[in-house]
């Protein structure tokens, strides 16, 4: 039976590109869980964050590590003023809130760790709470939500294929020219004849991706640049701050970088 859609509240701001607004909508009034791949900075956080207030559910996110483990996400025993007392995890906080749960970047977190999540993905909806004794119901409003950057993917950090099929799963990217313009418009303010450069800038830095760069410019990074513009710094200074350093941190990468962002921005 589908759970009624909560009252909306206000969203934060996020540019769909295509049908998964309707289709992470959808997957809630399934009840099923949502796997998000996509690069760095193209707006997984924002795109989950913007959905939670939408259907108007608590958000509750984990960016996940090398050292997370089951008891960091279903809770664990504290000591304190003389007893023992059991806190919640993330996860297990969600299932009772009736909320979502959003892993960010999931494969860091030990291959043991996400075995918790097996019986919340499929049709038990279970969280079994070993060290209480409980067996916790998923209400209709609980979802769980992971992402990951495929980029950087190898042996030992991917997901399990027992994993991984218990989610419907979207692929995310970086936003279309004329969507990542109005991203930048209504994130920093930015003059569209300076956003429509920077939109340019970055399609020529992506073009650079696999030429001593593991990644190229997110839209996060293109917006970090037009806020610092926006702040009065010059041209050159914000993109150099925004767009070359982060990327690497060879010399001759970064003067290459440079050469490219005086394409659209020439030093006066």
Not at 120 to 134: K, Q, V, Y
Request: aromatic share 6%.
């Amino acid at each position: 039976m589908n759970a009624p859609l909560p009252a909306a509240v206000a969203a934060p701001f996020y540019q769909a590109q295509g049908d998964e607004c309707r289709l992470f909508e959808a997957a809630w009034q399934q009840q099923l869980p949502v796997l998000i791949k996509g690069p760095t900075g193209c707006g997984k956080t924002r795109f989950v964050a913007h959905m939670a207030a939408r259907l108007g559910l608590p958000l509750i996110t984990v960016s996940c590590h090398d050292d997370l483990s089951a008891a960091d996400l279903v809770g664990r025993h504290l000591i304190g003023d003389g007893q023992t007392v059991w806190c919640d995890g993330p996860l297990t906080r969600a299932v009772r809130q009736g909320g979502i749960c959003y892993l960010d970047e999931v494969v860091e977190a030990r291959k043991d760790t996400t075995v918790v999540l097996h019986p919340l993905t499929d049709d038990r909806r279970m969280l079994p709470i070993e060290r209480t004794g409980e067996l916790l119901e998923a209400p209709p409003s609980f979802m769980l939500v992971v992402s990951y950057n495929p980029g950087y993917q190898h042996v030992l950090k991917t997901l399990k294929p027992s994993t991984r099929q218990r989610f419907v799963a979207m692929s995310f990217d970086f936003p279309a020219p004329d969507v990542e313009l109005a991203v930048l418009m209504q994130e920093t303010g930015i003059a569209e004849s300076q956003a429509r450069q920077l939109v340019t800038l970055a399609g020529q830095l992506r073009r650079l991706t696999g030429y001593d760069l593991d990644e190229s410019v997110s839209t996060r990074l293109l917006v970090y640049a037009a806020k610092l513009m926006m702040s009065g710094m010059s041209t050159q200074l914000a993109c150099r701050t925004a767009l070359a350093e982060p990327l690497s941190d060879e010399s001759d990468t970064i003067a290459a970088l440079l050469a490219v962002i005086d394409t659209q921005f020439p030093a006066r």
